[in-house]
């Protein structure tokens, strides 16, 4: 896409990018200095400790809370964990966890000699997981190259929500030979609640499908026969998001999931998960993601489900750019950026359908070599399912003439039930029309100068800029305390996860992060 189309100053738009790291530095010190029980339990996980004891409670909990209970979470779960391993508490991690949820062992933090033998140990079996992951990422890159990708973008991004993975995977099959080029495997209500990852493949959910290790084994296998069959790879995701978020992004590498919902603020906004919380356990989520080669896609859709679509759209925008921001410092690149934005101005609004393309065409051409995810209207779905099937015509042709990287399908019946395979088939068969008929017109399409789109472009840009100003000065922890976000008022000492925070020792050790820093 051509910077042209909307004529933004460079130096405008260099300064809202200078304002949102300035923002965003303060956040990044803060995750750097704190670590969280997901974080530590995701280093078990990436040291392959898994499975659950007769309760179903992960013995990754098990281990890391009798850890806890005998030196606290200051210096980490690694140097405790494998100085006991070393001197022979337990010939491995999984007897080690049944002993300690058992009392049979305790915990101590070693010195000298003793704390760099357990070191060695730790960063050598942490290491193992990174390169399992690291092996994922590869054996991607062959299966894309073998089966050929999606012939066009946008990708065609499908959910799936049965609550039954059995129930899913015919589903998802079935959607991919209709044309969907990426299954969402959408995640059960209220898991991002859950302060531990359900075990093994699950058949009861509530509006979802619980996102356990078994459940992505499942799926990734199924959706490889797919791509087999139709000669393209279909790509799958789930959700790295809530109190569990670093362990979820873990297991979505070692699976070899392919993109992940991954939002820096959506936990604090919408699930009251602490924001200290959620910032650490983002940072190290988006690191393993970037070692994985998983797309993320960010979360800014949401506030538009709370806020006015017009008035908040530079929240939009300033949320993007913070979200750029936290993804590249944790090294993700250009085009794992999903970055999330939404057709969800209220169709009564005049003009309603012109800002839509102000809107979508400024995050195009802030984010160029971003793939972006385009969502369709919701939160003004009456239940009139003709009326809905026009609106998402609508989106999806704004998704056609911004250039837009993975659209989300929408459905007519999203305002009455969950859709039903019927319901899928006819919205895939909007998308494919529109697609075809008018999936170059990003090409032909440029606005005015001085044009409605142009202008309303440019002035939320300025809007941005002076909403970054003030974040910059008074703090984005306080700005989201204020309602800022999605009308949402979460201060930083409040929400759920609190307790499951500690700031580092001297002398913490996690051989995930130190492997994930390294460039």
């Not at 051409?365 to 793939?371: D, G, Q, R, S, T």
Request: glycine fraction near 10%; aromatic fraction near 6%; hydrophobic fraction near 40%.
């Amino acid at each position: 896409m051509s910077a042209s189309k909307l004529d933004l100053d460079p130096v405008t738009v260099r300064k809202a990018r200078s304002l949102a790291r300035k923002a965003g530095r303060p956040i990044v010190k803060l995750a750097e200095q704190h670590t969280t029980v997901s974080v530590e339990r995701a280093t078990l996980r990436l040291a392959g400790l898994g499975g659950a004891d007769a309760e179903g409670t992960p013995w990754v909990n098990r281990l890391l809370d009798a850890v806890r209970g005998d030196v606290g979470l200051e210096h980490g779960v690694t140097l405790p964990v494998w100085d006991a391993l070393v001197r022979g508490e337990a010939e491995d991690l999984t007897t080690l966890a049944q002993k300690a949820s058992a009392g049979s062992v305790r915990f101590r933090l070693p010195e000298g000699r003793d704390a760099q033998r357990a070191r060695t140990a730790g960063r050598r079996s942490v290491g193992a997981g990174i390169r399992q992951v690291d092996r994922r990422r590869a054996e991607r890159d062959r299966l894309v190259k073998r089966h050929g990708d999606a012939p066009r973008q946008p990708w065609i991004y499908l959910i799936v929500a049965t609550g039954d993975i059995y129930e899913d995977i015919p589903q998802a099959q079935a959607a991919a030979r209709e044309g969907a080029d990426v299954i969402a495997v959408i995640r059960s209500t209220g898991q991002s609640l859950l302060d531990f990852v359900p075990e093994g493949a699950t058949r009861e959910g509530f509006a979802g499908t619980y996102a356990t290790q078994e459940n992505f084994r499942l799926m990734r296998a199924a959706l490889d026969e797919s791509s087999k069959e139709l000669g393209r790879y279909v790509r799958l995701t789930n959700y790295a998001s809530g109190l569990c978020m670093p362990e979820i992004a873990a297991l979505a590498g070692l699976e070899r999931l392919d993109m992940m919902l991954n939002d820096s603020m959506y936990g604090i906004l919408f699930r009251d998960i602490n924001p200290v919380r959620t910032f650490v356990d983002q940072r190290f989520s988006r690191q393993v993601h970037a070692r994985a080669g998983i797309i993320i896609n960010t979360g800014e859709d949401n506030y538009l489900t709370t806020a006015d679509a017009v008035e908040a759209a530079h929240t939009v925008t300033t949320s993007q750019l913070l979200n750029e921001f936290f993804a590249k410092e944790a090294g993700l690149e250009d085009w794992q950026l999903g970055l999330g934005h939404a057709f969800e101005i209220d169709p009564a609004v005049p003009d309603s359908f012109r800002l839509e393309l102000a809107h979508a065409l400024l995050a195009r051409e802030l984010f160029p070599k971003a793939p972006l995810k385009w969502m369709p209207p919701t939160r003004h779905m009456t239940g009139d399912v003709f009326r809905g099937y026009l609106l998402d015509g609508f989106f999806n042709l704004v998704g056609a003439m911004t250039g837009q990287g993975i659209l989300l399908v929408g459905m007519m019946t999203e305002a009455v039930v969950t859709p039903w395979l019927s319901d899928r088939d006819l919205a895939l068969q909007n998308v494919r029309y529109v697609l075809d008929a008018a999936g170059g017109l990003h090409e032909d399409f440029h606005p005015a100068p001085e044009g409605l789109i142009a202008t309303r472009a440019r002035q939320v840009l300025g809007e941005t800029i002076d909403l970054l100003e003030r974040i910059a000065d008074e703090g984005l922890l306080d700005a989201i305390a204020d309602g800022t976000f999605g009308l949402m008022r979460r201060p930083a000492d409040g929400g759920r996860g609190l307790e499951g925070v500690a700031r580092k020792a001297d002398g913490y050790y996690n051989p995930a992060s130190e492997i994930l820093e390294e460039k």
